[in-house]
C-alpha cells in the first residue's frame, strides 16, 4: 500500500496519535487507511455419512482437496457466504446447520469458519474453481492430499463427533512458529 | 475508493472476468483491490453475577454502554485481539472462555465475535475510548443506554443463561430493512 486510495497522493507508515501501531497515512488528506483481517466462510456438505470435497483448480494447492469456501463479500451474512461458496465451487444446495469449527490464521491475517450443512441433492459439480467434486466415505478420505490444515482438523473432528451425532464448536489457533513448524493450538 | 494503492492510477468499477460482481480495478496495472468484512472482536468480561460495561467516550453512540471491543488487527488472534480491546477500553485483564454469542450485519459488513471471559482482578479504569468503565448487576443494566444491538442482545441471553450456567453459542443476523426497520435473525 503506497497511495491514498481516497486521493492518489503518497502514504507514509506512522503511528497515529492515540494508536500503538503504524497504519498508513496519506501524507496529503490524513486519512488513515486500516488494514484487517479477512473472514473465509466454509461449508462442510454432508450426505449421509459421506462429504463433499472439491479439487481445486487455482493456486495455492491447486490439485489438492479441500472444502467449499471463500472470502466473504461485503453485504452478505456469514450463512449467506457460505452458502454461495458451495453453490459457486461445487455447484451444490445446501442446508446450513450450525458454526462447526472457527480457525485464526494470524500469519495471513484470516479467520475460517465452517459450517456443518446437508446436501439437499445430489445434483453437484464442479464449478470455476474446482477440477473435480465428490463425495467420500471416512475409510476414502484422501488425508493426504488436503489443501488446508484448518480442512484436516474439520474433518477429523467431523468423523470424531459422527457416532454420537453431536457437533460442539471447535476453534483453534494456527501458528506458524520462526521455524516454519506449524502448530494448531486448540482452545479447549 | 478511486486511487489505485499499489500504483496510484485511478481505479474504475468493473466485473473481473470469472467474477459475478463489481470491483475496483486498476486502469494501468490491472491489479483488483477487493473489499470484505471487518470482525470486531469483544469480550463479556464476568465477576461473579456482575458484567463489566463501557461508556463510550467516541462517536458512534457516544455515552452509551458496551461491552469491550473493537476491530480485529492484522498478525493475532481473535482470542488476542477480544484480550488485547479489554485492556484497551476497560485496562482489564480476563481469561476468555469460550465463543458466546456471534452477529453478522452486512449493512456495515461487520462480523461482531463475543467471548465470556472472567475479570482476574477489580483494578479496571477507563481507557481511552471510554468516560466511565463499572460493574452492574442483572437488574442493574442500562438497557434504555446501550449502545449496540449485538451488544444487548449478548446481554440477554448471559442473563437468561446464566442461572442454569450452561452457556451455548449464541447467533443472529442483524437486517435493517429498506424502511430501516431493524431485525435480529436468531440462526437457531
Known sequence: MKYCPGCGSKLSLKIPEN???ERHVCDDCGVIHYQN???????LPCYKDQVLLCKRSIEPRYGLWTLPGGFMEN????LEGARRETLEEACARVEIHSLYSYYSLPHIN???LFYRA???DLDFSAGDESLEVKLFHHHEI????IAFPAV???LEHYYKDLPEKIFPLHSADIIYTEDKKRSINSHH
Do not use: G, K
Open 118 to 120: 446437508t446436501l439437499l
Open 19 to 21: 494508536d500503538d501501531r
Open 142 to 145: 484422501p488425508w493426504e492430499e
Open 75 to 78: 453485504n452478505e451474512t456469514t
Open 152 to 154: 484436516s482438523n474439520t
Open 110 to 112: 484470516q479467520v475460517h
Open 37 to 43: 483481517p479477512n473472514i473465509i466462510v466454509c461449508s
